[in-house]
């Protein structure tokens, strides 16, 4: 008998017999242990073997939400963000954290430790670039992407992996939280920024032409189990250092479509965007939108090669298909990049990036131009088809974002 045997919410003190026992590290190793996380959902402990020079994370979920005692999630969840990671790190190697172990009855998850790397929001909150981040995303978008499709694998397979990531807990707060919520404030938990409250009674909960589009966005989000999307890929999920890009937390994985990934990769550069202008960081503003750019242009121009490389299906060979279901991949992407910059603007999980903004004046354009860009990918999403095009549409906002104060 071991008092791991049942579920209980670790505390620090308890993390250095666990690791032990379940055979992490050795038994005499001295080890200290603290609680790092700043997440939602779950706890995150840093064990280090400081005289062997050696550390492990341990992730354990807790039965509430952290934000809020009433939210209850399944603690199933990090078994779904284990083997994510796993699948992950077959398709796109070094680009996730490496899974040591899994323990289904405590929930928790043993990983590597990337405290050498930063959170690469709070990274872009200091205004520093990261050369190597669109080369290395568009290659983990691609691989772990469009290699979960149908295109690429064998569809009873596929339909298995359908089947085993279902995430219902989890896709219901984004459907809730991303695409219900920002647009009617139904559950009253919207935070709108008070200079601001006119622009989005107007923009957002009164534009029905807007809802229209949110509500097919949504059934989209719903029903196209196109691929194993990670399901939360914004900034602080990614870790990086100069010379490498991780991207970990997929506990919101499950199929759904692809644009819904690049789409919140887009948004979030954004926002660093916001939170540089605030600052004045000209050059860091252009490194920003350069990186949508090439980040999207590499991302097509690598899936039209992987595409051919690891087409099975028949039908897919069809001339003109692949050309087809990229174009409906960057729509999609407009389109969610839209739904992204809007909830993190005036729903309930904001992002330090623009809520830091001391300036009351700025941070409200940097909101306004949130919303507008938002708006223009949403209702336009057909017509954003390569890297420039969502980067016209920021310029645009931030015009349109003056002119509306
Ligand atoms: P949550 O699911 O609660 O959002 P995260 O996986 O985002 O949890 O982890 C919360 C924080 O813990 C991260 O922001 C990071 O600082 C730290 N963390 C998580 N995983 C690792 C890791 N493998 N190495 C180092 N730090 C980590
Ligand atoms: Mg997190």
């Known amino acids: 008998m071991s008092r791991f045997d049942t579920y209980f919410l670790m505390k620090t003190t308890d993390v250095p017999e666990y690791v032990k026992e379940k055979g992490y590290?050795?038994?005499?190793?001295?080890?200290?242990?603290?609680?790092?996380?700043?997440?939602?959902?779950?706890?995150?402990?840093?064990?280090?073997?400081?005289?062997?020079?050696?550390?492990?994370?341990?992730?354990?979920?807790?039965?509430?939400?952290?934000?809020?005692?009433?939210?209850?999630?399944?603690?199933?969840?990090?078994?779904?963000e284990?083997?994510?990671?796993?699948?992950?790190?077959?398709?796109?190697?070094?680009?996730?954290?490496?899974i040591f172990g899994y323990d289904t009855v405590m929930c928790a998850c043993v990983m590597e430790d990337l405290s050498d790397h930063q959170l690469m929001r709070y990274a872009l909150m200091r205004h520093e670039t990261f050369p190597r981040f669109a080369e290395d995303i568009s290659t983990f978008m691609v691989n772990t992407l469009l290699?979960?499709?149908?295109?690429?694998?064998?569809?009873?397979?596929?339909?298995?992996?359908?089947?085993?990531?279902?995430?219902?807990?989890?896709?219901?707060?984004?459907?809730d939280l991303v695409l219900t919520e920002p647009y009617n404030d139904c559950n009253h938990r919207n935070l709108?920024?008070?200079?601001?409250?006119?622009?989005?009674r107007k923009e957002l909960?009164?534009?029905?032409?807007?809802?229209?589009?949110?509500?097919?966005?949504?059934?989209?989000?719903?029903?196209?189990?196109?691929?194993?999307i990670?399901?939360?890929?914004?900034?602080?999920?990614?870790?990086?250092?100069?010379?490498?890009?991780?991207?970990?937390?997929?506990?919101?994985?499950?199929?759904?479509?692809?644009?819904?990934?690049?789409?919140?990769?887009?948004?979030?550069?954004?926002?660093?965007?916001?939170?540089?202008?605030?600052?004045?960081?000209?050059?860091?503003?252009?490194?920003?939108?350069?990186?949508?750019?090439?980040?999207?242009?590499?991302?097509?121009?690598?899936?039209?090669?992987?595409?051919?490389?690891?087409?099975?299906?028949?039908?897919?060979?069809?001339?003109?298909?692949?050309?087809?279901?990229?174009s409906s991949i960057m729509a999609d992407t407009a389109a969610y990049a839209g739904t992204e910059l809007i909830r993190r603007t005036v729903g309930m999980a904001q992002v330090k990036d623009v809520t830091t903004i001391e300036d009351p004046e700025k941070r409200a354009y940097a909101e306004r131009l949130n919303i507008l860009c938002a708006k223009d990918y949403i209702l336009h999403r057909q017509a954003f088809q390569q890297g420039s095009d969502f980067v016209e549409a920021v310029k645009r906002a931030a015009k349109a974002a003056k002119a509306a104060d």
């Open 230 to 326: 990670h399901g939360d890929l914004h900034t602080g999920s990614i870790f990086v250092k100069p010379d490498s890009t991780r991207v970990f937390d997929p506990e919101f994985a499950f199929y759904g479509p692809m644009g819904y990934d690049i789409g919140n990769v887009v948004a979030n550069l954004i926002f660093a965007w916001d939170n540089g202008w605030a600052a004045g960081e000209s050059a860091f503003c252009d490194w920003a939108l350069t990186t949508i750019q090439e980040m999207l242009d590499l991302f097509k121009q690598k899936f039209l090669a992987c595409f051919d490389e690891c087409v099975t299906d028949r039908m897919a060979k069809t001339p003109g298909f692949k050309e087809w279901y990229l």
């Open 25 to 80: 590290v050795p038994k005499d190793a001295a080890l200290t242990v603290k609680e790092i996380g700043d997440g939602n959902l779950n706890y995150v402990f840093r064990v280090v073997d400081a005289a062997a020079g050696k550390s492990v994370i341990v992730k354990q979920a807790g039965e509430a939400l952290r934000i809020s005692a009433e939210m209850h999630v399944s603690t199933d969840r990090n078994r779904i």
């Open 205 to 228: 909960y009164a534009d029905e032409a807007l809802h229209l589009e949110i509500a097919k966005i949504k059934f989209d989000f719903m029903n196209n189990a196109q691929a194993l």
């Open 147 to 175: 290699k979960t499709t149908d295109v690429a694998m064998e569809h009873k397979a596929k339909k298995d992996q359908v089947k085993r990531f279902i995430n219902p807990e989890l896709c219901e707060i984004t459907e």
């Open 82 to 98: 284990s083997e994510i990671l796993q699948i992950e790190w077959k398709y796109a190697p070094g680009l996730v954290p490496k």
């Open 192 to 200: 709108v920024f008070p200079k601001n409250a006119e622009f989005v």
